[in-house]
């Protein structure tokens, strides 16, 4: 599940799965068209992290 934000005011629209969405803010009335990107990473920022501790490793092991 995503939350579904208001690219105008930020206002939480939605909590859904979707691949294509048009939701019109109730608060500011932006029609919000959305569509699905490249799924997210399970553990946001976990991975990032994990790449540069395993190349840190390669480069002291790297003579
Ligand atoms: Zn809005």
Avoid: F, H
């Amino acid at each position: 599940m995503e939350v579904i934000r208001c690219g105008q005011c930020q206002r939480k629209l939605a909590e859904a799965q979707y691949t294509r969405l048009e939701i019109k803010c109730p608060r500011c009335g932006t029609l919000n068209i959305l569509r699905a990107m490249s799924p997210p990473p399970a553990r946001p920022g976990a991975s990032n992290v994990e790449g540069n501790y395993d190349q840190a490793q390669r480069r002291e092991r790297t003579p």
